[in-house]
């Protein structure tokens, strides 16, 4: 069926101005026309409205299979597209890991039949996620991964990194890594410094996951591998990725929208939802990291969604398991505290959220545009979403923002 | 339609009104007591001047009597109208033994009996007396429990929107007995 | 008079008014007194029922408690809970629902989740007392150290102590300092670099040295026990050369000694640790009467709580 989206504002990634226009998706979910005074049935009143290329997260723990009492990807799906998220990453620490070209087959398979976005495969970099020997990349390859990473554990040895990227780079895969060191973290809950010696919690120091970017970047340059570092959260680690850009190095980094909102400091009466992986840092980390992105040091938002049930959740702050999900309040947290303000517009927001992150794993951008598939949300920046069980589609339902009222509404998602 | 209170105190007993009293229930000890072994026990707070006072009075009258001191805060009961929220708790002091010996309580006022009963739980949990009396200054009747005073300064029957105020130097900065009736208008 | 509000929980100390910690260090000066009477039991919370919860073992803090709520005529139940037998995560929340329905008055609890009290304080009308969470808190062994100083040291704003130890992993450090700070007295720490947290108040100044603290000339001398399982060989070499660096060896103690410095320790102590033999024997130490002020304390607290079960 046609619909009509009527005078509506189109964002797009080139320039923060939006365009009046009125827009005409066809019966095939093909937009038919961009421009004005169109003509048709089946209007949408988008007056007000802008209208946003569907965004992609490079990072997403769908759970299935394995921990479906978590999430599913039925689920997992329905959450991105209620958050205007169009196409993502699903992450491979399943159970079983995928590290095998089957593995990927059959989560494809899952992903058909029960998810109504494209879901795209990360394969992992070791065999069972164990950092031991390569995962086989030639089957998985031929699968159609798009990245290679261990998810959540970082390889511990140097040399099986190296063989790792040197391997990688002839599948041209890009080598994703999540960045700490155990014997540093070991049983810590949140950022050290003051607010873990207030909190009387056990620290995670920020260096635990600074020395092992600063590893990867320099193996992944002396290997020539491409390198894509997972949830980026203090200023070090810009600068030594800005440094590593500045001399040639093919290194992309993501920051998740908690990091760029949150820090230590917010942490409210060691209520779990803001136990994330990496662990919310200084103030001074969050304002860097915003600086990051809009000098594009940073090049994606991703959010690892890492939903848990609540029950997981309600324990106490030391032993509840790390990270919350994501998806839903992602834009309009970032359209809330920044495009609202004025601090960025929505052409970084469709920089760094729809075409960087796929590009990074090789995917074609989305655009408004006629001839192509329709692929973008309807957003209302009047409207006011209160994230609570009624809004939320994740079976998770711990979040920062749970309770509280974020500015703007994603009205609806449109996949042709 | 709102309520006001209206608040009328009416003086009972002048300064010297109570001197008079006290020297009854010095009086009333002399006749009853004769020679034994008598302690004074003073509940706090205004008890405990009022045990000083008549203590004073018969130490001129040459019978010394020692005069301790007791805080019931800990040992009031649900009922009791009388504790504050948040009791400010007074270390008891009985630095004598009172086993064998006959106690004497003192507190300005008996209403309920109430704190008179919690002074006989606290009283025996420092010791043995032989005999427990109760010393006031003044009655003022609604009893709720069986507990009657020996030595009575002053009866003054009251109604349940009035209550006595006791006031003594030491401890407020003036000298009266008062009788304060709340009435309600609308 | 007053502007206390009732409070339903002591969780820690940096939520109690100047006003709440005075109330309650006056008051157990009366119940202190009660000590020595042979009657030592007052019936104020007859009837009323106290739960020990305690998930890390500790003789000396249930054993105060215990006595605290039996001299205040409560029943007492004790409930250690193995940390076997404890499943993580889950038995919070099922664990809570347990004790509801158990409708105690007081529920004292020691967890080594920092927080835990504060969860299960929510979701209880009983009154929570924190008996020690994790790293976070202790107050009522930060309450009975500041009555202690406070018999010793009746002016105390002004006056100075330092904390010697391992102040990283110890509860009793974060909230005695806090505390003697709301107090005005000006606290200081000793210790290794790796056992000092760099996150600590800026304004707990850091000794390098013992000489350097008796410069500084504190009042008091407050020994953290060492936990030998957990740091020796991470966190400093050994035992002999902590004792060489921080102990409380003669030389010190002799300094002390000249200066009138007054000793304290939560405990249980470490001899040949933190101490010696001969520090124990120390005429101005006030390690017992710590032990004595944590039951008065402990009673003053539970006869200051406000539980919210007599709305049922």
């Not at chain 1, 299935?64 to 959450?79: F, I, M, N």
């Not at chain 1, 261990?150 to 790792?164: E, M, N």
């Not at chain 3, 020691?110 to 009154?127: D, E, F, L, Q």
């Not at chain 3, 504190?218 to 991470?234: F, H, K, M, N, S």
Request: net charge negative; aromatic share 6%.
């Amino acid at each position: 069926m046609e619909r009509l989206f009527k005078n509506a504002s189109i964002a797009r990634a080139d320039s923060p101005e939006l365009e009046k226009a009125d827009v005409l998706v066809g019966d095939d979910g093909v937009i038919k026309e961009v421009g004005k005074d169109i003509a048709g049935d089946a209007v949408s009143d988008c007056a007000g409205c802008v209208l946003v290329p569907g965004m992609f997260d490079l990072h997403v723990h769908a759970r299935e299979p394995g921990a479906e009492h978590k999430e599913t990807l039925a689920t997992c799906a329905d959450a991105a597209l209620n958050g205007g998220i169009t196409g993502l990453v699903l992450m491979p620490d399943t159970s079983p890991p995928i590290d095998t070209g089957n593995l990927v087959k059959s989560l494809q398979d899952l992903v058909s039949e029960a998810s109504s976005i494209p879901m795209l495969v990360a394969g992992c970099l070791t065999k069972r996620r164990e950092g031991e020997k390569l995962a086989g990349f030639s089957g998985m390859a031929n699968r159609g991964v798009v990245m290679l990473t261990d998810s959540d554990r970082t390889v511990p040895c140097p040399d099986l990194l190296r063989r790792c990227m040197e391997y990688a780079r002839d599948f041209h895969l890009v080598v994703t890594s999540h960045c700490d060191t155990p014997a540093l973290t070991k049983a810590g809950a949140v950022n050290e410094g003051r607010v873990s010696y207030q909190l009387g919690l056990p620290g995670i120091p920020a260096i635990s996951q600074e020395i092992v970017i600063d590893r990867d970047i320099r193996v992944a340059q002396h290997t020539g591998a491409k390198l894509h570092l997972q949830q980026i959260s203090t200023a070090h680690a810009l600068r030594a990725i800005s440094d590593a850009k500045a001399t040639g190095t093919n290194v992309t980094c993501e920051v998740s929208p908690f990091h760029l909102l949150l820090s230590e400091d917010d942490i409210e009466d060691y209520n779990t939802a803001y136990k994330l992986d990496p662990p919310l840092r200084l103030p001074t980390d969050r304002d860097a990291l915003l600086k990051g992105l809009l000098d594009d040091t940073v090049d994606a938002i991703a959010t690892n969604h890492a939903p848990h049930t609540e029950f997981e959740k309600a324990a106490d702050f030391a032993s509840a398991p790390f990270g919350v999900a994501g998806l839903e309040t992602a834009v309009l947290s970032l359209y809330d505290r920044f495009i609202k303000n004025g601090v960025f517009g929505w052409d970084l927001l469709i920089r760094k959220y729809s075409v960087a992150p796929r590009e990074i794993v090789g995917q074609q951008p989305v655009a408004i545009q006629e001839g192509e598939k329709a692929n973008f949300f309807v957003f209302d920046p009047e409207g006011e979403t209160k994230v609570d069980a009624r809004y939320l589609k994740t079976k998770s339902h711990v979040s920062p923002f749970l309770g509280k009222a974020l500015a703007g509404a994603i009205r609806e998602t449109v996949l042709g | 339609m709102s309520t006001t209170s209206e608040i009328t105190t009416e003086e009972i007993l002048t300064p010297s009104g109570i001197e008079e009293k006290v020297a009854v229930l010095a009086d009333g000890i002399t006749n009853r007591c004769g020679d034994d072994d008598v302690a004074f026990v003073g509940i706090f707070t205004r008890g405990v001047t009022l045990a000083r006072r008549v203590a004073e009075v018969l130490k001129q009258r040459g019978k010394e009597y020692p005069v301790g001191t007791l805080d019931i805060s800990l040992y009031r009961d649900d009922f009791d109208r009388n504790g504050p929220d948040f009791p400010r708790l007074e270390s008891s002091d009985i630095p004598f033994a009172i086993d064998g010996t006959r106690a004497i309580l003192f507190d300005e006022v008996i209403f309920t009996g109430r704190t008179i009963r919690a002074a006989l739980d606290g009283l025996m949990d420092y010791g043995r007396p032989r005999k427990i009396e109760l010393a006031v200054l003044v009655d003022r009747g609604h009893r709720e429990l069986p507990v009657q005073p020996d030595y009575v300064g002053q009866t003054i029957p009251t109604a349940s929107n009035q209550y006595i105020q006791v006031r003594f130097q030491e401890d407020d900065g003036k000298e009266g007995v008062f009788l304060v009736t709340e009435s309600d208008h609308e | 008079m007053s502007d206390l509000q009732p409070r339903k929980d002591l969780l820690d100390i940096e939520s109690l008014s100047l006003e709440e910690i005075e109330y309650v260090l006056n008051n157990a000066v009366p119940f202190k007194q009660l000590f020595q009477r042979s009657v030592k039991k007052v019936p104020t919370l007859r009837g009323k029922t106290v739960l020990n919860l305690f998930y890390e073992p500790s003789t000396r803090t249930s054993s105060s408690f215990e006595v605290a709520a039996s001299r205040l005529s409560a029943d007492v139940t004790n409930f250690t809970v193995g940390s076997s037998s404890v499943v993580k995560g889950e038995s919070l929340l099922d664990t809570i629902e347990t004790l509801q329905a158990m409708r105690s008055d007081y529920i004292v609890i020691r967890h080594k989740g920092a927080g835990v009290p504060g969860i299960v304080a929510k979701h209880t009308n009983a009154s929570v007392l924190n008996a020690g969470d994790g790293y976070h808190a202790h107050p009522t062994q930060a309450l009975l150290d500041a009555m202690t100083f406070r018999e010793v040291c009746p002016d105390y704003a002004g006056k100075k102590v330092v904390i010697v130890g391992d102040i990283l992993h110890s509860r009793v450090a974060r909230s005695t300092s806090t505390l003697f700070q709301k107090l005005g007295i000006e606290v200081g720490v000793l210790g290794p670099g790796s056992l000092i947290p760099e996150g600590r108040h800026d304004f707990m100044q850091r000794f390098a040295s013992w000489d350097d603290v008796f410069d500084w000339g504190p009042d008091a001398v407050y020994l953290l026990r060492v936990q030998l399982e957990r740091q020796e060989g991470q966190f400093f070499p050994g035992i002999a050369e902590y004792h060489k660096m921080y102990g409380l060896n003669s030389g010190r103690l002799s300094q002390m000694r000249e200066r009138g410095t007054w000793l304290m320790h939560p405990g249980p102590v470490n001899r040949g640790v933190e101490v010696t033999d001969e520090a124990m024997g120390y005429e101005k130490s006030l390690i017992s009467t710590q032990v004595e002020n944590g039951i008065a304390v402990r009673m003053a607290v539970l006869h200051w709580l406000k539980p919210e079960t007599q709305q049922d």
